[in-house]
């Protein structure tokens, strides 16, 4: 049972538009979705959080929506840059246990 | 903000042999973590590593295989016991942080640089 999904493996974005990276989860307890970007020979690196009480966090250019209903969460990043090519993961986090039930990731490649 | 290191970066063993991660971090923290991402995977949660007692280990691993040892709030190990060319794979160790003011809010996990395993 797959509790977060990422049913999008790729995305290719041109530099300066907007990036869109989508997140499905199962879990009702989740509390908190964190999202990580990730090069190949390195650990993940924190983006930004929303706590499930919230609709959207927004850092510089990163902004994760939530939506509750649809158990939906999407990373918005505006402009995009190269830099930014890597790979995505979102993550759900219940309780106080601190576990992390991570996505399969997304491969974001932002062309010049 | 939380800054890991982890020894080894990476390493090559022979089947049937142990391998030993080290996990430093620079603040004292209560909750860390194991995780192991495979060839083309993402990432699994092995265990939560609770400081002064037992590991806490998810559904499909084993202390036998991987023990664990966190002797205090800064530091963990996790050992890899007898390889096997499936326990390829990195292995990377995470703290929990909260943010009670400041930025980024709430709830956070710190990864460290990871360790690349490949068993022969």
């Known amino acids: 049972d797959q509790q977060v999904k990422q049913n999008s493996p790729s995305l290719s974005v041109q530099e300066g538009r907007i990036s869109i990276l989508n997140c499905d989860y199962t879990?009702?307890?989740?509390?908190?979705f964190l999202w990580y970007k990730k090069y190949p020979a390195e650990g993940p690196t924190f983006l930004i959080s929303?706590?499930?009480?919230?609709d959207k966090n927004e850092d510089g250019r990163f902004t994760v929506f939530l939506n509750k209903s649809a158990k939906h969460l999407s990373l918005h990043i505006v402009p995009s840059q190269p830099g930014d090519s890597a790979v995505y993961f979102c993550?759900?986090?219940?309780?106080?246990?601190?576990?992390?039930?991570f996505g399969q990731g997304t491969t974001l490649q932002v062309k010049p | 903000s939380a800054v890991i290191s982890q020894k080894p970066s990476r390493d090559i063993c022979q089947r049937g042999t142990s391998l030993t991660i080290q996990c430093q971090v620079d603040?004292?923290?209560?909750?860390m973590f194991w995780y192991r991402q495979q060839p083309g995977q993402s990432l699994t949660l092995i265990a939560t590593?609770?400081?002064?007692?037992?590991?806490?280990?998810e559904s499909g691993f084993v202390i036998d295989k991987f023990p664990i040892s966190r002797p205090n709030l800064t530091f963990s190990t996790l050992t890899v016991s007898n390889l096997s060319p499936e326990d390829s794979s990195i292995y990377l160790c995470?703290?929990?942080?909260?943010?009670?003011?400041?930025?980024?809010?709430?709830?956070?996990?710190?990864f460290g640089p990871g360790t690349r395993l490949l068993v022969l």
């Open positions: 995470s703290v929990e942080v909260w943010e009670l003011a400041g930025r980024p809010e709430g709830e956070t996990q710190y």
């Open positions: 879990n009702s307890m989740f509390d908190y």
């Open positions: 929303i706590s499930s009480i919230k």
């Open positions: 993550a759900g986090s219940s309780g106080n246990t601190g576990k992390l039930i």
């Open positions: 603040s004292q923290v209560t909750m």
């Open positions: 590593a609770n400081q002064g007692s037992e590991a806490t280990y």
